[in-house]
């Protein structure tokens, strides 16, 4: 967003807390994995970095679904062959950094945001660079592009009727390791996203670039089994033993890492208005944060910012308008994003092992293989087009109904292929491509 | 709450930002008016101040409904001639704090928390009294009875997996009044809270003491009426004349009024958990902000204080079993009455005015004759019960769905009093006492 400020000629500035991450040799295998799809790479594009970023990303085509007993089973995302994209956060950010310096954008590193006066327009910064110091910036337009626990947020909490939730799930993640192989290579199949689905909680694997795979354990804090449970070495292997066998051998760091690797919790953010005063404006995490199971936290940021220089086309730098349009434009579907990805929670830990669910994805891929341009799945709509997600939550509502029909049938699992499917499909009107 | 605990040997201290209201002249008919009903007698009996509060309240047996014409028609709270009890919220603060005075608790006024260190019990404050200087106090158990806006539960948004929204609605509110009569007297009905319902919006009236009454206007920040159209004193005159013609030849300062009283927002505040590190605790609106719509803040409040005194009789100070007891009991009650006090809105502004409701609450004040064991309107229970919050509002929603299907028969405007009233009371189970 801020190269592209300062592409289209204003001067842009930059403050982050943290120093420049650049500086700081990552290791790939620790840092968080993030799923490039469409709607991030259509921001990539308009920002002409996508040929760039693809050269560090491992597309995903589908889920690989890994039974209790270590059978696994994949499920591609679509017929068409369509795939996520696993990308390393710290790599990316990186990249962005690179080419946001080179368009002229003003880096300042070690700031800490402390206060942020929205009616003029005025932020106050501790620096922690050599001495520590206090800077004092004044702006036309402040953009809160930081984070779930935004500071031009916190800012705005305090103004009068500025609405305000942050909910955190009762889950909590834990990030572990599946190396490479000793003799160099990807110890499962790359190409896909694993789930260790096991109904109350679930293991991932992403694959990154050097041929490791960043897990996430995601359980509940409280409760049997929990992480609350998992406090000793013994207690960790004995579970992974038992609940993702095939898993463990390939993970030979797995009590260290879990012992070693922080517990974090999981927060989803919803707030509005997102602007004040007409001089401040929030984007991504800050305004919106998702839960991470639909992978979309990113893509919906980027969508955020793709959405704000469209109306910057249409507006020029009159904020009185690009401003209440970009609030009002992305609220509902910031909210339906939120409502998805808290939904998908139960499905990847819980459905996808579950036969009717295949059932049901067979059946809807059936639908959209004869009639494309008027069944499109919901995941497909939310993560393999640029339809707004309020679009796509309703259309998947529509389409949920459905199914839910379909699958009623005493005798769906024997004759869902000689189904009535242009039936099916009569009452919804045509997506536009 | 405080002075309970000095009677029962505890150390106490209460610090205040604002300074001793004791001291300061209160205008009765300017200072908000609350609602006492029966959870909140019975707090004040348990505390011994319940006849000195009964002193200074004026009873309402039940709504008195202004039509746009200005014709009445009265809506007694029960048959059994039930009341709330209108009290000026100053007045109440005084009593409490001369009575906590007495009993030992220590009162530092003036005392603004600029931080509290839940872990290690350390609340820090700057006292603003004559010169600027900060103090800092470490307890046992801190007790963050401090509002809305609590600098307590700050503190405990910065903690992990705390659970918070705030909500603001779009409607707002503005006191206004009507003085006694020139000779003296109540201007209206004196044991009534006066309503004068208009679909989107209401004005309110509460007596006191001094023969004055306190109105607030519930209207929309934003639309068409709304106080944004209100801007000026001749938009307001219309207005009133045109919606509630009755009232304003009582109003003799309207405009006035309307010009320099403060127009305010309504917030709904939630959150969990309620305590942290066993040794701090939110009580009241700090915990549970609600909309004023059912009259139950304070009550709610008072509420709170009645179980946490209960739980300290069953464990004495041993308070990590008495806070997370606290918080998991009160918790739903919290919820219940929250989503109860933003329903009843919609009951008041729209509903009671309504043909249909008047004659439902007609078979349901038959039922509870008839049956006074087995039906009790849902007003009722919350406001002359003390059931808990969460049971009265599911006995609500069954009570509700029993009525709903007796309201959908065709001619139930004739034939209501030839119901078989013992059929419908006959799938639930008999109240408690």
């Not at 930059?14 to 259509?42: C, F, H, M, P």
């Not at 499962?188 to 960043?214: C, V």
């Not at 998702?290 to 990113?298: A, D, E, L, R, T």
């Not at 009623?408 to 699992?413: E, L, N, S, V, Y």
Request: hydrophobic residues 40%; charged residues 25%; glycine residues 6%.
């Amino acid at each position: 967003m801020l190269f592209l400020l300062a592409r289209k000629g204003f001067s842009v500035s930059l403050y982050e807390q943290r120093s420049d991450i650049r500086k700081i040799k990552i290791r790939e295998g620790r840092s968080i994995n993030l799923a490039v799809s469409t709607r991030g790479w259509t921001a990539l594009e308009l920002l002409g970095i996508d040929e760039l970023v693809r050269e560090h990303v491992v597309p995903m085509r589908g889920r690989m679904v890994h039974s209790p007993e270590g059978d696994t089973s994949f499920q591609p995302y679509s017929a068409e062959g369509d795939a996520i994209f696993s990308v390393s956060r710290g790599r990316l950010n990186q990249l962005l950094l690179d080419i946001a310096e080179k368009c002229g954008v003003k880096l300042c590193f070690s700031h800490k945001c402390t206060y942020v006066d929205l009616k003029h327009g005025i932020a106050y910064f501790t620096v922690a660079a050599e001495e520590l110091s206090e800077v004092t910036i004044e702006a036309d337009l402040i953009i809160g592009a930081d984070g779930a626990f935004s500071a031009v947020r916190k800012a705005m909490q305090r103004t009068d009727r500025f609405n305000f939730s942050q909910y955190y799930i009762d889950w909590g993640y834990k990030e572990l390791t599946i190396p490479p192989t000793p003799s160099g290579e990807w110890a499962l199949e790359p190409n896909a996203l694993h789930i260790w689905p096991r109904g109350n909680y679930m293991l991932i694997a992403l694959p990154n670039l050097d041929k490791s795979f960043t897990c996430t354990l995601f359980l509940g804090f409280e409760g049997d089994p929990s992480f609350e449970k998992l406090s000793k070495p013994e207690a960790v292997h004995a579970f992974f033993t038992t609940t993702f066998p095939d898993a463990v051998p390939l993970m030979p760091n797995l009590q260290e890492e879990f012992m070693e690797n922080p517990t974090s919790s999981l927060v989803s953010i919803s707030c509005y208005p997102w602007t004040r005063y007409n001089r401040s404006a929030l984007v991504g995490d800050a305004s919106h944060a998702v839960v991470p199971f639909y992978g979309q936290g990113m893509n919906a940021g980027f969508e955020d910012v793709r959405v704000f220089m469209e109306l910057i086309e249409q507006w020029g730098a009159d904020w009185s308008k690009v401003l209440p349009a970009y609030e009002q434009l992305r609220k509902p579907d910031a909210d339906a994003i939120q409502e998805l990805a808290m939904a998908n929670f139960v499905e990847m830990r819980d459905s996808v092992a579950d036969e009717e669910f295949v059932l049901r994805k067979k059946i809807e891929a059936e639908l959209h293989r004869r009639y494309p341009r008027h069944w499109l799945p919901l995941y497909s709509m939310v993560t393999f087009s640029n339809m707004r997600y309020s679009d796509a939550q309703e259309r998947g509502r529509q389409q949920a109904r459905i199914m839910d029909e379909v699958m009623a049938r005493p005798d769906i699992a024997q004759s869902w292929q000689e189904l009535d499917y242009e039936a099916l499909v009569k009452g919804l009107p045509e997506l536009k491509s």
